[in-house]
């Protein structure tokens, strides 16, 4: 009878010995996909005569090659500032600060705080090309931040915390990926990641037009005081279980609507200063469309929505 070798992405140990044989791919095939070993499914054939299903071949297939195209992606996204952090660069060193300011320090903040909040996320998951796509990405990111900081149009003290949050997640989440955390530290760094993302979030929407608005803390005051609240009671079991799933979920999608935020950040500060679009880099935006492409089949592959509208968006 022909057999399956489980992948060790859906059983507890990683060990040869430990996997399970399952006799059907389609036993396989309704589990939750994640990200599998290297190993990938290893077919075998028993004394029987019944024949292999074909599917769990192109199943496996699919899964190493979207699993690599992912990978492939930090390429596009390791140089993906470069072209940016060059002409930051330069300007600094001619001296010419004011083109810098045609960056918007939140926009860029924004990118930073999504890519730092999917880390966590695809940690979770165990989705390693994701991990390292986003784990590059914040740093990065932190580079033009910290550019920014030196012509100074992006305040210092912002500077400080968010290179003390990037320290300490790039810490926790390698730590994850690892099981060397313990589940409870874990848990207050999510909790911790949702609260930040849902505060900032209206916040930066709101500053963002603030030559329009008027200076105003309020919009993180309400959220954070909102989601701050909703961790609180969770914490204390009077929250039902669909309202768990929503909290939960809370980080992955605020990190989705920064990434989708941070184009119409820059795109705002175009509108209202044009001559300022010579301090940024069309090599970035080509190089961003590529890394999410390359990134796209293996949101598809394992169904997750919210990486699709990341990527998508």
């Known amino acids: 009878m022909a057999f399956v070798a489980a992948p060790h992405g859906l ?12 006799n059907n791919v389609k036993d396989l095939e309704r589990a939750e996909y994640g990200t599998f070993s290297n190993r990938g499914f290893q077919v075998a054939l ?22 690599r195209s992912a990978e492939c992606a930090t390429l596009a996204f390791l140089f993906l500032q470069l072209p940016q952090i060059i002409l ?5 060193l001619a001296g010419e600060f004011a083109a810098l300011f045609a960056v918007p320090w939140m926009g860029q903040l924004t990118g ?35 550019q920014l900081a030196i012509a100074g149009a992006m ?3 912002a500077f400080g915390v968010t290179t003390l949050a990037v320290v300490l997640g790039y810490i926790l989440n390698i730590l994850n990926y690892q099981k060397i955390v313990r589940p409870s530290i874990w848990q207050v760094w999510e909790e911790a990641v949702t609260i930040g993302g849902v505060t900032v979030l209206p916040q930066v929407m709101w500053s963002t037009f603030e030559p329009f608005l008027p200076h105003s ?12 609240c909703l961790v609180i009671l969770a914490r204390l079991g009077k929250l039902s279980e669909r309202m768990l799933l929503h909290v939960g ?6 990190a989705t609507l920064l990434f989708m935020w941070g184009p119409v950040a820059q795109m705002w500060t175009n509108f209202l200063n044009p001559a300022n679009i010579k301090g ?7 190089l961003a469309m590529i890394g999410n492409g390359l990134l796209l089949p293996r949101a598809l592959f394992i169904r997750d929505l919210m990486w699709f509208t990341a990527i998508t968006a």
């Not at 730092?116 to 991990?131: D, Q």
């Not at 803390?217 to 701050?228: K, Q, S, T």
């Open 88 to 92: 930051n660069t330069k300007n600094l």
């Open 249 to 254: 979920g809370a980080s992955a999608w605020t």
């Open 11 to 22: 059983v507890g140990s990683s060990s040869p010995e430990s996997q399970p044989m399952v």
């Open 280 to 286: 940024l880099s069309s090599q970035t935006v080509l």
């Open 46 to 67: 028993g004394s029987g005569s019944e024949p292999i299903d074909e599917k769990g071949v192109v199943f496996s297939c699919w899964d190493k090659w979207t699993g």
């Open 155 to 157: 305040p210092l003290p």
């Open 217 to 228: 803390l309020l919009p993180a005051i309400v959220f954070g005081g909102g989601i701050l």
């Open 112 to 146: 930073l705080l999504g890519n730092l909040s999917l880390l966590s996320y695809f940690a979770s998951k165990r989705e390693r090309g994701a991990m390292i796509v986003q784990g590059v990405g914040v740093g990065s990111t932190l580079i033009v931040l910290m």
